[in-house]
């Protein structure tokens, strides 16, 4: 292997999205950081983001409220006070989003005064939704790239993948278990370059790339979870994930949501027939909660066995829908769909993790220095389901508080002098890429048939069984291969399958985002599933 130079910084950030560059420009003022992006810096999930992020704005809307939506959503096994925690920051720290730049959309009122545009999605009692058009997250990703490439404190390195965290007792060092950097693979030199860090940020994002349909893009594959399990991080209820009601449905449109405020602002869920269903379902409607459209969609396919239903806006004036989802309208217009005219076909799809990596208040995980923040981690927040535009909130809230605590600790936060290079000694290059792309497949296919929106224990049993021998065969191939893009990513994701599976088999009900036809009702009292390596025989 070639002699590659060390990194080296204060605060190493893996991931780009709103999470980890928030955090990154709150940083960045005293402390030397560094963010890893896998691909082009704004290829993340919150560059899709198309809703908006919510917070009390309204004066006739309350912290109050807000907090007691999110917990309705989130069927009972939420933790409040992550939940206050959250509500009551919401304002200042989208306060701070617009101090960087972010152009939100606003409205004149009757009475003359400008104001921010609020739209409602499903699960909240107001309007308390800002947003930039239909695609907030772009706004908001651009705005935060833009001020992190321009900071001098603030090094970006895109296409690097993080091979794993550096442990401090995995190598050999006394004392309390703390990270002490990480090993990156950068794609474009193609070679693994150690970093020393004082503190390591987790904001990777989630696993929703588990699944053969998902509204991500391609980085999301579980990467923070599976590291941070490695190192000795508990995690915590990943059977939650969350299917977005509203992907379209088309050939040539992998990955493309229809935002949930569509329906906020009146779009109706029908049949190929043209009848509505969604009434006869949930008295909100097209407003419940994800997990109950996105149920009730899938069961009416089934029901009918209709390949998708469809999403019907073509009753509002058509000036109002190009106005308010000019992207969205665009998109389906250049597919030859016109949304002001006629009925989109739409299906679920795998969207958003709501469980993670174990922290507190301010980011903190099981291992010292170790930081997860945004989707990859389990705050407590979304309990069994996520409300709509609480995601990006959350990157925001929590941004700001592992920033707090890390600038707090950085002065008793010490470096090691000297890590292990990465040993390619025992490996070679790879014979057969089949192998990877074969069980990217099988994984993927498995874990929507087996692990999907309605579950059983049986499906459960026949997915852990194939998670275990895929797992042998990718730990072989990473023992004996150099390492690339590919295996990377599949070997974290087969890691967050089976931890996904594991947390499903221990859920004796049926709750939120887990449906299983074996446990159909919920409990009376429950809990969040927690797993933890040091105590599971599952540690890899």
Not at 314 to 327: G, I, T
Not at 369 to 384: D, F, K, P, R, W
């Amino acid at each position: 292997m070639m002699t590659t130079p060390e990194l080296s910084c204060d605060v190493l950030i893996i991931g780009s999205g709103a999470a980890g560059l928030s955090l990154a420009l709150r940083l960045a003022e005293k402390h030397k950081v560094i963010v890893l992006s896998k691909g082009p810096v704004s290829e993340g999930s919150t560059f899709y983001a198309q809703g908006g992020i919510a917070a009390v704005f309204d004066e006739t809307d309350s912290i109050a409220s807000h907090v007691e939506d999110t917990l309705i959503a989130g069927a009972g096994i939420c933790d409040r006070h992550a939940v206050e925690f959250v509500a009551s920051n919401a304002r200042a720290c989208v306060q701070w989003l617009i101090d960087q730049g972010v152009l939100f959309d606003t409205h004149v009122q009757p009475n003359g005064k400008e104001s921010y545009h609020l739209t409602r999605e499903g699960g909240h009692s107001h309007r308390r939704i800002l947003h930039a058009a239909d695609a907030t997250g772009k706004e908001v990703e651009t705005t935060l790239v833009s001020r992190a490439q321009n900071h001098p404190h603030i090094q970006v390195l895109e296409r690097s993948n993080t091979v794993d965290l550096i442990i401090s007792d995995k190598i050999g060092l006394p004392g309390p278990r703390r990270v002490v950097g990480a090993w990156i693979w950068n794609r474009n030199k193609e070679w693994v370059e150690t970093c020393h860090a004082k503190s390591v940020v987790l904001a990777t994002g989630g696993a929703s790339k588990v699944y053969q349909y998902t509204t991500n893009p391609d980085i999301s594959s579980g990467d923070g979870i599976a590291m941070a399990w490695r190192a000795g991080c508990r995690v915590a209820n990943l059977e939650f994930n969350q299917f977005h009601p509203t992907a379209l449905y088309h050939p040539q449109a992998r990955n493309f949501l229809l935002t949930e405020a569509l329906r906020g602002e009146g779009a109706y869920l029908k049949r190929p027939d043209g009848s509505r269903f969604m009434p006869d379902i949930d008295e909100r409607g097209e407003l419940a909660p994800r997990d109950i459209v996105a149920r009730a969609i899938d069961h009416e396919m089934k029901r009918l066995g209709a390949d998708c239903m469809f999403l019907d806006i073509s009753h509002k004036p058509e000036d109002f829908v190009r106005q308010h989802f000019p992207m969205i309208y665009e998109k389906l217009f250049d597919l030859g769909m016109d949304l002001t005219k006629e009925p989109i076909p739409v299906v679920p799809a795998a969207h958003y993790t709501c469980g993670g990596v174990v922290v507190d208040d301010y980011g903190r995980t099981d291992v010292d220095g170790l930081y997860a923040i945004g989707e990859v981690s389990y705050t407590g927040l979304h309990g069994a389901n996520r409300m709509a535009s609480n995601s990006l909130l959350e990157c925001l809230v929590y941004g700001w508080s592992a920033a707090m605590d890390i600038d707090r600790r950085m002065p008793y936060a010490h470096g090691v002098d000297v890590l292990p290079a990465w040993d390619e000694s025992r490996v070679e290059n790879a014979d057969e890429r089949v192998v990877i792309q074969h069980n990217w497949h099988e994984l993927r296919l498995l874990m929507w048939d087996y692990v999907g929106i309605v579950r059983t224990t049986k499906r459960l049993e026949r997915a852990l069984r194939r998670i275990t021998m895929l797992q042998q065969e990718i730990d072989e191939y990473y023992a004996n291969f150099r390492v690339s893009n590919n295996l990377l990513e599949l070997r974290n994701l087969v890691q967050v399958a089976e931890l996904i599976v594991r947390c499903a088999m221990m859920r004796k009900e049926s709750r939120g985002l887990h449906f299983t036809l074996d446990y159909p009702h919920q409990l009376a009292e429950s809990g969040p599933s927690i797993l933890s390596p040091l105590t599971s025989h599952i540690n890899r």
